[in-house]
């Protein structure tokens, strides 16, 4: 199939020139317990204070943004005791993506993007569902890694969740995991064949198998440097939506960007995309028109110094940015065609 080629100048257009806004909802979700190190769960706090919101409003297109808090969640009294084997807190991992699942999907049927601010990427199980449920299954999957995710409660060496959330959502793998208690709200319904990953570099070897033997689209950073980010996004959403007619869901792992852009995550490894591939590789989506939600997980404010924590963070700042329509090279003002060129710009200023 041709590679479709998206216009920014087109779909910037589109919304300058009419009264639709872009419509948004942020949710955070400061969970850590799907790995084992503190500070993940404060990701949201520290995106928010660094001042993702204001940025997001000084986006040129107009963006009803709205903020919908930090999810919480409760054990309910029969999982409390509840262990499932190799898999850590596994009351935690359910009760708090049972709730995830439901404001994703809330957030989604109001007609909003929705960006979930993580947490450890176990929570990608709850906002792919939710995803999954305001689309009735409409739904195609980039997952933005170092790491495929793809672990099952047998095949992981750790037992931390956030290694497994792919595994938990495919239902090719449905039949390799034992019953979930707790986890009834969740029907692995999504085929791995409509998932993309992008960035891997490093893979376990059951999760290899995997991807070997199902044939998964796996793009791993040797594809990127082949091709370039350009034709990787392309062949990935000609893999999963030929049609063009889904709506996309990226579940974009900090640490699929190199160590020296982005130092403070749980697992960070070099060799990784810099954030300008980072960036072209979500402009290109929001192009589509389709992105239905953006997941941006594994920002650890406690690992690293002050300057490595805060480059982390403006890293994810900026991806967000150009997922909803952050346009690098600018955009004209509205009124250009009525404006006075004598009164542009008014005062000479510094900018
Ligand atoms: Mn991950």
């Known amino acids: ?3 479709k080629v998206y216009h920014c100048l087109s779909i910037a257009r589109r919304f300058l020139h009419s009264d639709q806004s872009l419509k948004v909802g942020v949710l955070g979700v400061p969970f850590d317990k799907g790995q084992a190190k503190k500070g993940v769960g404060n990701g949201p706090e520290f995106i928010r204070k660094k001042g993702l919101l204001e940025r997001i409003a000084e986006i040129e297109q107009k963006i009803d943004v709205k903020d919908y808090g930090d999810v919480s969640y409760k054990i309910p009294d029969e999982l409390q005791k509840e262990i499932v084997p190799n898999m850590k807190a596994y009351a935690d991992i359910a009760a708090c993506n049972f709730e995830v699942s439901k404001m994703v999907e809330d957030i ?4 909003r993007i929705c960006i979930t601010l993580g947490g450890d990427h176990s929570l990608g199980v709850g906002t792919v569902d939710g995803h999954i449920k305001a689309k009735n299954e409409n739904v195609c999957v980039i997952w933005v890694d170092a790491h495929a995710d793809l672990n099952t409660n047998k095949t992981s060496s750790t037992g931390n969740v956030h ?46 198998l995997v991807i070997d033997k199902l044939g998964i689209n796996a793009f791993g950073m040797e594809d990127i440097e082949n091709f370039g980010i350009n034709t ?8 999963i939506d030929p049609a063009g007619e889904k709506s996309i869901h990226v579940s974009f792992d ?16 070099r060799g990784g995309m810099t954030l300008r591939e980072g960036i072209q590789l979500m402009e290109i989506l929001y192009r589509t028109g389709r992105l239905g939600a953006l997941d941006l997980v594994e920002v650890n404010p406690s690992i690293g110094t002050e300057t490595e924590v805060n480059r982390t963070i403006d890293a994810a700042i900026h991806v967000i940015m150009a997922a909803l329509g952050h346009c690098r090279r600018g955009i004209r003002p509205k009124n250009v065609h009525t404006l006075p060129l004598q009164t542009f710009p008014p005062t000479r200023q510094v900018i």
Do not use: C, F, H
Not at 172 to 182: A, K, Q, R, T
Not at 183 to 199: H, T
């Open 254 to 269: 900090i640490d699929s960007l190199d160590s020296l852009e982005a130092p403070s995550t749980g697992t960070a490894l």
């Open 232 to 239: 990787i996004v392309e062949m990935a959403l000609n893999k």
């Open 163 to 208: 290694g497994m959330p792919m595994a938990l959502l495919a239902t090719e793998l449905s039949d390799y995991w034992p019953y979930l208690p707790g986890m009834d709200w969740q029907k692995p319904v999504l085929s791995l064949r409509d998932v993309a990953y992008i960035g891997l570099r490093s893979v376990d070897t059951y999760e290899r």
């Open 108 to 111: 989604i049927k109001t007609g």
């Open 1 to 3: 199939m041709r590679p």
